[in-house]
T-cell receptor, first 113, second 113 residues
Framework: DSGVTQTPKHLITATGQRVTLRCSPR?????VYWYQQSLDQGLQFLIQ???????AKGNILERFSAQQFPDLHSELNLSSLELGDSALYFC????????????FGPGTRLTVT | GQNIDQPTEMTATEGAIVQINCTYQ??????LFWYQQHAGEAPTFLSY????GLEEKGRFSSFLSRSKGYSYLLLKELQMKDSASYLC??????????????FGTGTKLQVIP
C-alpha cells in the first residue's frame, strides 16, 4: 500500500459526459501528479500541483482540468468525454521525508462507451 | 525538453541475469528513477540514482553515468514474478524552471521457465 488513495476504482460513462477523479496524497506529501495510461501505452504525464499551485503541465487536453485543495487532495475533471479517453488514470504524490520518488495510487479505470 | 529511450521488450530465463538499458537527454538533470509496473497495476518505486555509479538493493541494482546520459537496471536471479514493465524516469528542469519527472515508455520483460 503506497498510502495514496484514489476514487473511484472503476468508472463507466457515456461519450459527452463529465467525470471527476479524486486523489488523496500520502501524509506529508505536497506534490500531486496525474498520469494517463491507455492500453499497452506508457505513462503520459498530465499535470502536477505543489501545495495548491500548478507546477508543471504535460499533454493535458483543454477538456481536462485539475486542482489541488488546501487539504492537499486533488481532483481531475474530464469533460466532453470521448471513446479515446478510456484509460487508467493514476495519481502519484511526492515530497515529505522521501521527496524525490513518486508513490502511485491504485488508479481509476475509466471506460467511455 | 526531455527524451528517454529504452527497449520495448526483453525476454530472459528464470534464474538468469538481465540488464535493461535507458538512455536520456534532459536539461538540468537531477536524478533517475526506475519503477516496476505489473499489468493493470500502479508503478512501484525501485531505485533512485543521482550520482554516477552502482546502487545495489537486493536482487536489483541500478547504474548511472551522467556524462553518457545512460542508466541500466540489473535484475539477478530472475523469478517468474519479475515479469513486468520496467519504467525509466528522469528528473530535470522544465521550461518553467521547475523540477519535472518524465517517464520512458517502459521495457516489457518476460521471464520464461
Amino acid at each position: 500500500d503506497s498510502g495514496v488513495t484514489q476514487t473511484p476504482k472503476h468508472l463507466i460513462t457515456a461519450t459527452g459526459q463529465r467525470v471527476t477523479l479524486r486523489c488523496s496524497p500520502r501524509s506529508g506529501d505536497l506534490s500531486v501528479y496525474w498520469y494517463q495510461q491507455s492500453l499497452d501505452q506508457g505513462l503520459q504525464f498530465l499535470i502536477q500541483y505543489y501545495n495548491g499551485e500548478e507546477r508543471a503541465k504535460g499533454n493535458i487536453l483543454e477538456r481536462f482540468s485539475a486542482q489541488q485543495f488546501p487539504d492537499l487532495h486533488s481532483e481531475l475533471n474530464l469533460s466532453s468525454l470521448e471513446l479515446g479517453d478510456s484509460a487508467l488514470y493514476f495519481c502519484a504524490s511526492s515530497g515529505g521525508d522521501h521527496r524525490y520518488e513518486q508513490y502511485f495510487g491504485p488508479g481509476t479505470r475509466l471506460t467511455v462507451t | 525538453g526531455q527524451n528517454i529511450d529504452q527497449p520495448t521488450e526483453m525476454t530472459a530465463t528464470e534464474g538468469a541475469i538481465v540488464q535493461i538499458n535507458c538512455t536520456y537527454q534532459t536539461s538540468g538533470f537531477n536524478g533517475l528513477f526506475w519503477y516496476q509496473q505489473h499489468a493493470g497495476e500502479a508503478p512501484t518505486f525501485l531505485s533512485y540514482n543521482v550520482l554516477d555509479g552502482l546502487e545495489e538493493k537486493g536482487r536489483f541494482s541500478s547504474f548511472l553515468s551522467r556524462s553518457k546520459g545512460y542508466s541500466y537496471l540489473l535484475l539477478k536471479e530472475l523469478q517468474m514474478k519479475d515479469s513486468a514493465s520496467y519504467l525509466c524516469a528522469v528528473r530535470g528542469t522544465s521550461s518553467g524552471g521547475y523540477q519535472k519527472v518524465t517517464f520512458g515508455t517502459g521495457t516489457k520483460l518476460q521471464v520464461i521457465p
